[in-house]
Nanobody
Framework: QVQLVESGGGLVQPGGSLRLSCAAS????????MGWYRQGPGKQRELVAA???????NYADSVKGRFTISGTNAKNTGYLQMNSLKPEDTAVYYC???????????????WGKGTLVTVSS
């Protein structure tokens, strides 16, 4: 059974940085791609960034140049480095294991419980 656990969220001032972690059960990211989603207050869940097992990455336009997704060689942990944070980045961030095909990430039903990021002065 795939289990994902996010950590690293918290309160940060605008312009600050956070690094989120996603700990997976086993080396699942050698099989699946990894995606980071977020759901802000009153908003739908949206894909923020994705990475394939081979290292190909994709980002939402709203975070390009500010966020970086990465994984470990052991393929059991993923990260989302978030820089130059803005109040509109405030959301619960979720890790997902899914598939990546023709430049598009598709979430599978493997989700963590999320970690809250609040960007506020």
């Amino acid at each position: 059974q795939v289990q994902l656990v996010e950590s690293g969220g918290g309160l940060v001032q605008p312009g600050g940085s956070l690094r989120l972690s996603c700990a997976a059960s086993g080396s699942i990211f050698s099989i699946y791609a990894m995606g980071w989603y977020r759901q802000g207050p009153g908003k739908q869940r949206e894909l923020v960034a994705a990475i394939t097992s081979g290292g190909t990455t994709n980002y939402a336009d709203s975070v390009k140049g500010r966020f970086t997704i990465s994984g470990t060689n052991a393929k059991n942990t993923g990260y989302l480095q978030m820089n130059s944070l803005k109040p509109e980045d405030t959301a619960v961030y979720y890790c997902n294991a899914g598939s990546y095909y023709s430049g598009s990430y598709r979430a599978m039903n493997y989700w963590g419980k999320g970690t809250l990021v609040t960007v506020s002065s």
